[in-house]
């Protein structure tokens, strides 16, 4: 039967790198004189390169189950019958293995004639790419024998050991190449030190580096990221200084590794050194180089770096506008990443989850509700609501916008809730004044198995502050300690003297961090101050804004918290002291800026602002209110009701008869 017309039809529809894979001159003839003639459409180069194709990029679906058939029905071009058709008919086999891993692989591998370590290595690796790791493991211990297993075998091993829970496999795989004699083979070496440091043992990847008698650039690259992604930037930098002292260059990848290593501790001075390096070696304009540079100067608060990079760059992509994005928001220009943003849905950018997540990212507080409300429309028509950080993202959006119904409609709408998803719902209650719905929250966390973190203790404290639990915040904080083994920060502490100055309990709160195991910072002593400032303690005041202006020189808080206690107990010569200090050292009182949002548009005041173009009348109905505040308001409190005049005047302060 004339079967060539098959051929010529298949060739019409494959891709023209398999145009001539199934060339009529390609057809195999048995060598061996022990069969009969006969003839196979393709040789074995050609069936493993079709076989292999359709394996790894899912092509044609229906030709592969039909060459296999064809091997079937044909066993005597794909057995071990000479030396020639063997080594042959094996590649063809292991070819056939690709096509069915993760699914029925382990199968083929047992009924197959032949085997090498290719295919055992095949199918090792099929189950480890699937996470099937019991399975996987379990053929593993088939070939720990003499010739069951090479240096692959090991590198696929080590490929998924990537977690904390599988640092003891690493180290049996390692016991396992020091006794194959593999140790010493580089592409091992550098799959251990991989392995090591994704597992978190930092101390064993070094280990492996220093016992290293041969290194290339991907052993250097592979120590210096896993430093940086085990956050030990630091000795990242170090190691990379010492590579540039050696033989050996390095790469893109490992400059990428550096630049990381200078977000991450800050060092902005060695990312200019090592973009000048970029430079020098011609690879500044890679696009992925450029994307981490905005990255790092971002990071390091060098926002104009980052811009005149982005502007200067000749391509970009969703990263790098994304990278510029997060830049923006993260070093306070949060109109400017507004802007941003739009620039990029009108360009045309595609906008993708993470974008979205970015932009909900930036502080809402001085943007229109408004706006956010169009952004969650965009993540309905993208249809992004099923993913977990764009969620959280409106939940806090919602939140500083003052829409705590929304914020909580979110939270309860999402099928796939994380720790952060918790904790932004927790942080939106407290932020709210809503202690007791924050604490319920809590328990119902606790309920569902979700592990608490630090930063969720510090938004239930802060609840707690608010409505005066004080019981609960000091249980809660034994909790942390005790029960979750949290070791509190500073800013934990913070909210126990806030909640205990908010009590009036200010010798408590005083005595509390007397007995605290960390040194007080800036933040404890200015809740103790903020306390005495509300209360008028003259005495435990002037301790704490002794104590503030020894942490925080530049803070104008000690001096305007004292102020207002002197106010309150009207001595205004010491009043007058405090403020005269303060201008003779420099410091100047951060601006108070207040907004509202009417019919889409936002206004935006500060103290005693005559700029907006209804000023009069403004402050003619803050007059009128003023006025009838003092008539319904019996014993009005003095703390609040000062008035500062013209800068160089003397503060007044305005009392009811």
């Not at 590579?243 to 260059?249: C, I, T």
Request: aromatic residues 8%; charged residues 20%; glycine residues 6%.
């Amino acid at each position: 039967m004339n079967s060539r017309w098959v051929i010529q039809k298949l060739t019409s529809h494959l891709p023209s790198r398999l145009s001539t894979v199934l060339s009529p001159s390609k057809i195999l003839i048995p060598q061996s004189p022990s069969y009969k003639v006969s003839t196979f459409l393709l040789n074995h180069v050609d069936m493993s390169l079709l076989l292999s194709i359709c394996g790894r990029e899912g092509l044609f679906p229906h030709l592969g189950p039909s060459l296999h058939a064809s091997i079937v029905k044909n066993p005597e071009f794909f057995e071990p019958v000479d030396a020639d058709i063997h080594r042959n008919a094996l590649v063809v086999w292991n070819s056939l293995l690709v096509l069915y891993v993760g699914r029925d692989a382990l199968k083929l591998f047992d009924e197959m004639p032949m085997v090498d370590n290719v295919s055992r290595n095949t199918v090792f690796s099929g189950f480890l790419k699937n996470r099937e790791l019991e399975s996987g493991f379990v053929l593993l211990k088939r070939m720990l024998r003499p010739g069951g297993f090479d240096q692959a075998t090991l590198t696929i091993a080590l490929s998924v050991c990537d977690t904390p829970e599988l640092c003891l496999v690493t180290k049996m795989i390692h016991g396992l190449a020091v006794l194959s004699g593999y140790d010493d083979v580089i592409p091992v070496g550098n799959a251990l030190i991989t392995s090591y440091y994704k597992c978190g043992c930092s101390v064993s990847g070094r280990r492996v580096f220093d016992e290293m008698v041969q290194r290339n650039v991907v052993t250097w690259t592979a120590v210096i990221t896993g430093l940086v992604q085990n956050e030990l930037h630091e000795d990242g930098l170090r190691l990379f200084s010492l590579m540039r002292r050696g033989l050996v260059h390095p790469n893109s990848v490992t400059y990428l590794s550096v630049l990381s290593a200078c977000s991450g501790s800050q060092r902005v001075i060695e990312g200019k050194q090592i973009h000048a390096l970029l430079w020098k070696v011609g690879i500044q304009s890679e696009l992925r180089i450029e994307s981490m540079l905005m990255d790092m100067y971002s990071k390091c608060g060098s926002i104009e770096d980052a811009w005149n990079i982005f502007e200067s760059t000749e391509e970009t992509d969703e990263v790098s506008m994304t990278v510029m994005l997060v830049g923006l928001a993260q070093n306070g220009s949060e109109e400017e990443a507004i802007h941003f943003f739009i620039r990029m849905l009108q360009s045309g950018v595609e906008i993708d989850a993470n974008v979205v997540s970015a932009v909900l990212g930036v502080s809402f507080v001085d943007n229109p509700l408004g706006l956010g409300k169009q952004l969650h429309s965009l993540v309905i028509k993208r249809r992004f609501s099923g993913n977990t950080f764009v969620s959280n993202g409106l939940i806090n959006m919602y939140s500083k916008c003052g829409d705590l119904d929304d914020s909580l409609s979110v939270f309860r709408r999402m099928s796939d809730r994380n720790y952060v998803s918790w904790n932004s719902m927790i942080a939106s209650f407290a932020r709210h004044g809503h202690g007791l719905a924050a604490l319920k929250l809590y328990e119902e966390m606790i309920r569902q198995d979700v592990k608490p973190t630090d930063v969720t203790f510090l938004s239930l404290l802060h609840a707690c502050s608010h409505v005066k639990l004080i019981d609960k915040g000091q249980e809660l904080l034994k909790t942390m300690q005790d029960v979750h083994g949290i070791e509190p920060r500073t800013a934990h502490y913070a909210c126990i003297v806030d909640m205990l100055g908010r009590a009036g309990l200010l010798e408590e709160a005083k005595s509390f961090i007397d007995s605290m195991p960390t040194r007080p910072d800036c933040l404890v002593w200015q809740a103790l101050l903020g306390a005495c400032s509300f209360y008028g303690d003259t005495q435990i005041g002037r301790y704490a804004a002794e104590k503030l202006f020894q942490s925080a020189p530049d803070s104008s808080a000690p001096h305007i918290l004292m102020a207002n206690i002197y106010s309150s107990r009207g001595q205004w010569k010491e009043r007058e002291k405090t403020i005269k200090r303060m201008k003779a050292m420099g410091v100047s009182k951060e601006t108070g800026v207040s907004w509202i949002e009417i019919e889409n548009q936002t206004h935006i005041f500060v103290v005693d602002d005559k700029l907006h173009p209804q000023a009069e009348a403004i402050h003619d109905v803050l007059a009128e209110l003023f006025a009838v505040m003092l008539d319904e308001v019996n014993r009005p409190d003095k703390r609040c009701i000062l008035f500062h005049t013209e800068e160089a005047k003397m503060d007044t302060a305005v009392v009811a008869p």
